[in-house]
């Protein structure tokens, strides 16, 4: 016979009292599984339905991400293997994130959150950070939980040398369950005990209630803070102070691909300025009158302003800051300094 691969494969059980409409139900599960594809859903009686997937990676997806619920009630997930067939689904158990509150920081870490673990169910992960660390308001872990048996609702453990320490469990995702006994497959209306009495019992003797429900708004989520030391930003380039809008600047002079013969030697001869030696300083430039007009006059040719003149004013060629200083002259260093920052503190907290 052809066997047929059930990776790809889930049967689902919804815990809810009525009958279970189809339509809705593919409606509520395409609106809760939009990250993954198409998938199939054949209803198998008695609130049980075949779930084929588009891909076995989907499959474990939905799994990895229980629990689920329909009309506020658990839906069951069991996997089967090739020899199973839907008699054989099993629906004992659910995965759900616990937290275990009242607990001492220097109790909070992986070693006791294992011990705890066994009087709740098998151990799937623990809630910590990359660095092992998983102190916070609570310790989170997820734990497989057998719904045939009573929810939980706290431990006494031991603290050595002082009393018991009485912890508080809090259960994420938790759908509708008993108040009266605490199972996860029927609701409060749906007890024995409550129903065979005709609804005369007194709630206030229910041993649970919405207390047991954790608030998902705010999840603690571990996060890392590494601080390295930074180089510091080098100072933006020195620019040129920008013409007054008074001076309208000469627009400069295209390229032009043939340039013009050169001139005989009976033209005037445009003599240039060589650069100095050295650079004056503002001090020489003040006490020095030849100094002071060429530097004026290097400041006109800037801005293209040449005051009492109505003809081209000479040409000055402006050297360079390299040409301005020579080979055996090293430049002054006007740079900041940049000295390393020292490394602050991680801020992870240390034991």
């Not at 499959?59 to 990895?64: D, V």
């Not at 031991?158 to 809090?170: A, F, K, R, T, V």
Request: proline share 10%; net charge neutral; with cysteine.
């Amino acid at each position: 016979m052809k066997v047929e691969d059930n990776s790809r494969v889930l049967v689902a059980k919804l815990f809810t009292k009525r009958r279970v409409n189809m339509e809705a139900l593919s409606r509520t599960l395409k609106s809760m599984w939009r990250s993954i594809q198409d998938f199939e859903l054949r209803d198998l009686g008695s609130n049980t339905v075949l779930i084929l997937f588009s891909s076995k990676a989907d499959s474990l997806k939905i799994l990895s991400q229980q629990p689920w619920s329909f009309d506020k009630y658990l839906i069951g997930l069991y996997k089967p293997t090739e020899e199973e067939s839907v008699e054989d689904a099993k629906f004992t158990s659910a995965p759900f994130w616990i937290q275990i509150h009242n607990l001492p920081f220097s109790r909070m870490n992986k070693a006791n959150a294992e011990a705890i673990r066994r009087l709740l169910g098998k151990l799937e992960q623990v809630d910590a950070s990359p660095t092992g660390d998983c102190r916070g308001r609570y310790v989170r872990v997820r734990v497989n939980v057998d719904i045939n048996l009573p929810l939980s609702r706290g431990h006494f453990v031991d603290m050595g040398n002082s009393e018991p320490l009485w912890i508080s469990l809090q259960y994420e995702k938790l759908p509708i369950y008993c108040y009266w006994c605490g199972l996860l497959n029927h609701d409060e209306k749906d007890y024995k005990t409550w129903t065979d009495s005709g609804s005369t019992l007194n709630k206030e003797e229910q041993q649970y209630g919405p207390w047991l429900r954790a608030s998902t708004h705010n999840i603690q989520q571990p996060q890392v803070v590494n601080t390295k030391s930074t180089q510091p930003t080098p100072p933006p380039p020195t620019h040129r102070p920008t013409p007054s809008p008074s001076v309208k600047p000469t627009p400069q002079a295209q390229h032009n691909p043939n340039p013009p013969p050169p001139q005989s030697s009976s033209d005037s001869t445009v003599t240039h300025a060589q650069p100095p030696t050295t650079t004056p300083t503002n001090m020489e430039i003040l006490s020095n009158h030849d100094l002071f007009r060429t530097h004026i006059a290097e400041i006109d040719h800037d801005l293209n302003y040449f005051p009492n003149s109505t003809s081209t004013p000479p040409r000055i060629q402006l050297a360079d800051s390299h040409i301005n200083n020579p080979k055996n002259t090293p430049l002054p260093n006007t740079s900041k300094s940049t000295a390393p920052l020292k490394e602050t503190a991680n801020l992870v907290g240390t034991p």
